[in-house]
């Protein structure tokens, strides 16, 4: 409970007495304030990600109750600090000569973010500013928890499991009347959504999932639309997407629907081809069925890989134990970059989390720690947390892994999720040896951000890294044969997926633009005009879509990312393993952080501007 609150509350008033430093040195350099203001974004960080990280993961209800009021607490005093005239007076008017670049850098950055917090505001709408931003961020933890809480079940008879793996059957055993208990867990809907041959199993778990956290956060969400809303218009922005995207790559919110349509044209008419395909596989089971659902479209496309394309993902599975996948992606990272990664014994917020010193040369540079698997009141999906911020010659970088995992056999999904969500973590770790936290670990461009873990996706491909840590029950590797014939398979979907994630794209800018009044009704639209595979009816995915939280109107960032990753991965052509490669991408993407604008890094690494040709020859199958 002690870091869930008292380090928080020390940090909190260490801030406030550097504030006050800040305020009393009008004597100060231009330097020696943006040292005081690199000291106080330390101990925010320092709180925040701790207490942010306990909200999400400890297993204690008291604990992620008392960590989400210091979550609060944190983001309080942040927000105001940017409202805070004498501390804007501070930097106003710094003289920029004689800084090096990421000095400058940083005081550029810390000016818009005092504009962009409302600083210039007069009296009455800075209050009102600070008011709408407290109001943000109590709404999106709420929204957080509900969605952290919202675990479902569903209980189905004992033979509506036909299709499903042994060993899943084996874990769900038969109550007294003869039924088994589904959740909403990833460990239980994946295999559910791709193997259950049953569509009504499939239909009743995924409804199941697309009503999470409803209704609790429908009033959430709605709420939080017009809080951000206002905040932008105060601000002085068109809309919330214009606030966001200020910062990112894509500059200015207009330009989201642009990509968007981009994506549109470039996926349409192979999603149509798709499509047809799948409907005429439903039709072999139902042959009344005149609609793919999102219920279906994970079982047929795994169907017709394996009847068409030869590739079974059961069989992928036996080679795929979960201990094996971890040293796989730890032993494969660290080759790839040059890193070791070293067992430690350190004091965690659960039995299951396993923690590791990163090295490089004998020498540490960072720490992970790993929290893999499912469990009542975690977060329920993937993702990287920042613990510790990294700074040159102060302190190492600590970051952590959320996922939830199976502990015995993975879907080779799971494996490419656990190397996307390793790619954040390297990143944080590779990023973070800088003078200003604000340029530590993981903090480029928001449209960005995705783009090294995506690229590293590509490893979870290779049949030569595959066969470095895969075996079945006999103790054999996959063999390269299969790979490639999963490779082959990969390619037909694409276009679909881009679709699904077209969808969610529209859904996180339209309902952040329009503000409908309708959240159910116009997220159904959204989703059903998108995509040839339709929605279920009646449902209401947006109350547990947990992206609109912390990505707002931006999750076009996804597929920006993806464009700039497949583009990246041609700078690889010398192998994925190419020592020379690997140490220029980790030289030019990974270790600057956040010191560099992201089209820079992306050119220092190809050697030109990144190009739409790597990904549409992507989506061609190529």
Request: glycine fraction near 6%; charge should be negative; aromatic fraction near 8%.
């Amino acid at each position: 409970m002690a870091l869930a609150t008292d380090r928080a509350t020390e940090r909190i008033a260490r801030v406030g007495a550097l504030d006050e430093q800040l305020k009393a040195g009008s004597g100060l350099s231009t330097i020696e304030r943006l040292d005081l203001w690199n000291d106080a974004d330390l101990a925010l960080a320092e709180a925040l990600n701790a207490v942010y990280l306990l909200s999400e993961a400890h297993p204690d209800d008291a604990v992620r109750e008392a960590a989400e009021a210091q979550v609060q607490a944190v983001e309080a005093l942040s927000s105001a600090r940017l409202l805070d005239r004498d501390l804007w007076a501070v930097f106003a008017d710094a003289d920029a000569s004689g800084l090096d670049d990421d000095a400058a850098r940083m005081l550029s950055h810390l000016r818009r973010d005092f504009r962009r917090g409302g600083v210039d505001l007069d009296d009455e709408r800075r209050a009102r500013v600070r008011e709408l931003t407290d109001r943000d961020t109590e709404l999106s933890l709420v929204f957080s928890r509900n969605v952290r809480d919202g675990r479902r079940e569903i209980t189905v008879p004992a033979d509506a499991l036909t299709g499903l793996p042994q060993d899943f059957i084996d874990a769900h055993p038969v109550d007294a009347d003869g039924r088994v208990t589904l959740t909403t867990d990833y460990t239980d809907l994946l295999p559910v959504r791709e193997f259950a041959a049953e569509r009504a199993t499939r239909v009743a778990l995924v409804s199941a999932y697309n009503d999470l956290a409803w209704p609790e956060n429908d009033s959430v969400l709605a709420e939080l639309l017009e809080v951000r809303a206002q905040r932008a218009e105060l601000l002085g922005f068109a809309d919330w997407a214009d606030y966001e995207t200020e910062t990112r790559m894509i500059g200015s919110g207009p330009e989201i629907p642009a990509f968007l349509s981009r994506l549109d044209a470039a996926s349409a008419e192979a999603a149509t081809v798709e499509h047809a395909r799948l409907l005429e596989r439903l039709r072999r089971d139902e042959p009344e069925a005149d609609v793919v659902t999102i219920a279906d479209s994970w079982y047929l496309l795994g169907a017709l890989k394996r009847e068409e394309y030869d590739v079974d993902a059961q069989l992928v599975r036996s080679y795929l134990p979960f201990d094996r996948v971890r040293a796989g992606v730890l032993d494969v990272t660290g080759r790839l970059l040059g890193v070791e990664y070293r067992p430690v014994a350190v004091p965690t917020w659960h039995e299951d989390v396993a923690s590791y010193d990163v090295l490089r040369d004998g020498e540490r540079i960072g720490r992970i720690h790993l929290d893999l698997h499912p469990r009542a009141g975690k977060f329920s999906h993937a993702a990287c947390f920042p613990l510790v911020p990294g700074v040159s010659g102060r302190s190492l970088p600590e970051a952590v892994l959320l996922c939830n995992f199976s502990r015995g056999l993975l879907a080779h999904d799971d494996v490419v999720t656990f190397f996307h969500e390793f790619g954040h973590l390297v990143h944080d770790i590779l990023g973070a040896d800088h003078r200003w936290v604000r340029f530590s670990g993981v903090a480029t461009e928001w449209d960005f951000v995705e783009a090294p873990s995506q690229l590293l996706e590509e490893w979870a491909w290779d049949a030569e890294v595959l066969r470095s840590f895969t075996a079945n029950a006999a103790g054999e590797p996959i063999p390269a044969e299969l790979v490639e014939k999963m490779r082959i398979a990969d390619a037909f979907g694409r276009a679909l997926e881009v679709r699904r994630q077209l969808g969610h794209a529209n859904v996180s800018y339209r309902l952040h633009v329009d503000r409908p009044s309708d959240l159910q009704a116009e997220t159904e639209r959204l989703y059903s005009e998108t995509s040839p595979v339709q929605p279920l009816p009646g449902l209401h995915p947006y109350a547990g879509f947990g992206h609109l939280t912390g990505y707002g109107a931006c999750y076009y960032t996804y597929q920006w990312s993806l464009v700039i990753a497949r583009d990246l991965l041609s700078g690889f052509d010398r192998g994925l393993m190419d020592e020379q490669t690997a140490d220029r991408y980790r030289r030019e993407i990974l270790e600057p952080g956040g010191s560099r604008d992201a089209r820079d890094l992306v050119e220092a690494f190809l050697g030109r501007e990144y190009s739409f040709d790597a990904y549409r020859e992507w989506l061609a199958g190529a």
